[in-house]
């Protein structure tokens, strides 16, 4: 498995239960922003065996819109659902309110660099307001 591919892997698997996060921050935080496609790419090339919450990644807009996948949006949709969304029957959802919010633990456990994490800090929104700190 490429590296790029495990990272991807590795954020996602820490994406909790019940929380979603977009293509586009799964792609900052495996240090490639502006790589949401790419990340949609390696999700959709996931095999059977491979143990990944694939549908804890959504668009940015909150709906639903899975394609090209060995599953339907409305699958996901109901992926997520049992894990407590409210997903509205046109597919889409409060991305505000299930948006997952890392905390530093989950940011140290991603390993980027600093310089890196100080330029896309301002475009992460972290559970407790801040990067670097303990409130």
Known sequence: MSKFKESIYKVVRLIPEGK???YGQVALYVGIPRGARQVGWMLNQ???????????VVNNTGRVS??????SASE???????????ISNDLTFDIKKYRFKPDNDFINKLELDP???????DKIQFSDGYFGKKK
């Open 115 to 121: 310089e890196y994490l100080a330029l896309i800090s």
């Open 76 to 86: 996901q949709a109901e992926l997520l659902r049992q894990e407590g969304l409210k």
């Open 46 to 56: 996931s095999k059977e065996g491979d143990i990944v919450p694939w549908w804890r």
């Open 66 to 71: 899975v394609k090209g996948f060995r599953c």
């Open 20 to 22: 979603v996060a977009s």
